[in-house]
């Protein structure tokens, strides 16, 4: 941690623990140190202040210092995404439409934006125009690459943006930081594709698996214990597993199954098998209510 001498309250203690530090600063004795205030802590040696200069806030509170339109809320920061010493995104709008709110974080020259760089110790920082529409808030999120298409999922809060191939490396980022970035500040998950992929899966409109139909559903949700072909020692085995419906044992491949504690190879096999004939055949016949462990076409005892 780093303890902070305080120009103003000698009388508290202010630290700049580790994980709220830019972990590619150094400092020494003497420092002059900027930081946000995030907390204060009572000890009994009197008040703690814990500062921070990784947090999202630190780089608010460094443009509103050097961006008088920030200081008079005609231009706002209405959101931010950071990995600190490495890349922050902001996204600004403002009140006043006769001024631009990228321009006047940035300022003359780059001087406004350059002097937050430099305070961050050369944090790359991209601004974006804020958007209430999140198709074209992911399209200026995901800059500076150049998105061709974006859908959206509201009910799963889903972008899907599609860009050319030449734009595809620079829209992910380096180590995937890029789009990272873009769905945290946007708050909406945003899965990239390339306009050759989009092509071939059909390249004329969104790519989100349709959502499934209540009886559809409903089928799936069947208990394990319902269905017929199963033998009850199969299924007990399964349960004690975590796998209790139909849709939880539908995605299982051979290798998954073997390695389900009790399993031997037997029961694997009359697992397999079972899932074989609802793939080809559609599961209708199998998928019908009756006692684990009757044989197929066996009429279910009366109750």
């Known amino acids: 941690k780093i303890v902070v ?3 103003k309250f000698r009388e508290a203690e ?3 623990p580790y994980r709220e530090q830019n972990h590619r600063e150094h400092f020494h ?3 002059t140190i900027r930081a946000v205030l995030k907390r204060i802590e009572e000890t009994p040696k009197g008040p703690r202040l814990i500062l921070s200069r990784a947090d999202p806030l630190f780089v608010k509170a460094l443009f509103k210092l050097e961006v008088p339109e920030i200081q008079q809320q005609i ?3 209405r959101a931010t995404a950071r ?3 490495s890349r922050t995104k902001i996204a600004v709008s403002s009140r006043d439409d006769s001024i631009d709110p990228v321009g006047a974080c940035v300022g003359l020259k780059g ?3 350059q002097a937050v760089v430099n305070e961050l110790n050369g944090e790359r920082i991209d601004i974006v125009p804020w958007s209430p529409d999140p198709e074209r808030f992911a399209k200026l999120a995901l800059a500076p690459a150049r998105v061709a298409r974006v859908f959206s999922d509201p009910d799963t809060k889903t972008i899907q943006a599609i860009v050319d191939e030449d734009q595809l490396s620079l829209a992910i980022g380096r180590n995937g930081q890029n789009v990272r970035l873009a769905s945290e500040l946007t708050g909406w998950k945003i899965d990239l594709y390339s306009s050759r992929e989009w092509l071939e899966r059909g390249g004329e409109g969104p790519l989100f698996a349709p959502l499934p139909r209540p009886e559809e559903e409903a089928a799936t949700n069947v208990a394990l214990r319902e269905l017929k072909g199963l033998p009850v020692e199969l299924v007990d085995v399964l349960a ?3 796998h209790k419906t139909l849709q939880d044992i539908l995605d299982l491949e051979r290798e998954d199954v073997d390695k389900i504690a009790g399993m031997t190879p037997e029961l694997a096999d009359k697992l397999m098998a079972f899932l074989n004939e609802m793939t080809e055949e559609g599961g ?4 019908e209510p009756g006692p684990a462990g009757a044989p197929d076409g066996a009429p279910a005892p009366a109750a």
């Open 5 to 7: 001498m305080l120009a």
């Open 29 to 31: 004795q003497g420092d």
């Open 111 to 113: 001087s406004r934006v």
């Open 75 to 77: 231009v706002e920061i």
């Open 284 to 287: 209708e016949d199998e998928a």
């Open 83 to 85: 990995e600190a010493g």
């Open 14 to 16: 202010a630290i700049i």
């Open 240 to 242: 004690q597993a975590g």
